[in-house]
Nanobody
Framework: QVHVVESGGGLVQAGGSLELSCEASGSIFRINAMGWYRHAPGKQRELVAVQTNDGTINYADSVKGRFTISRDNAENTVYLRMNSLKPDDTGVYYC????????????????WGSGTQVTVSS
């Protein structure tokens, strides 16, 4: 079993910054990718940023140039630095981790955190 826990959400004014962090723990053989999704009221959950083991990073167009994802592989942790925040960035941010577990190295399992609220006031 793998646990994914986010932290760092909160309330910030437009133009401000926040940093989210997420740690995966448990029966981890290898983490193949870690990333962030968000769910805004009235909208579908969308990808914000993801980083794979080969260093490939993908960002949603709406956050390019403002958000930065980074990983600490030794600590099974991923960060999301969010600058120049806008009210449209408001939502619940979920961390996701694509994991190969120690008890079955033949497959990948996607784990999700419970989410952290980010609210950007105008």
């Amino acid at each position: 079993q793998v646990h994914v826990v986010e932290s760092g959400g909160g309330l910030v004014q437009a133009g401000g910054s926040l940093e989210l962090s997420c740690e995966a723990s448990g029966s981890i053989f290898r983490i193949n990718a870690m990333g962030w999704y968000r769910h805004a009221p009235g909208k579908q959950r969308e990808l914000v940023a993801v980083q794979t083991n080969d260093g490939t990073i993908n960002y949603a167009d709406s956050v390019k140039g403002r958000f930065t994802i980074s990983r600490d592989n030794a600590e099974n942790t991923v960060y999301l630095r969010m600058n120049s925040l806008k009210p449209d960035d408001t939502g619940v941010y979920y961390c996701t981790s694509v994991v190969t577990e120690t008890n079955d190295v033949s497959r990948e399992v996607v784990y999700w955190g419970s989410g952290t609220q980010v609210t950007v006031s105008s």
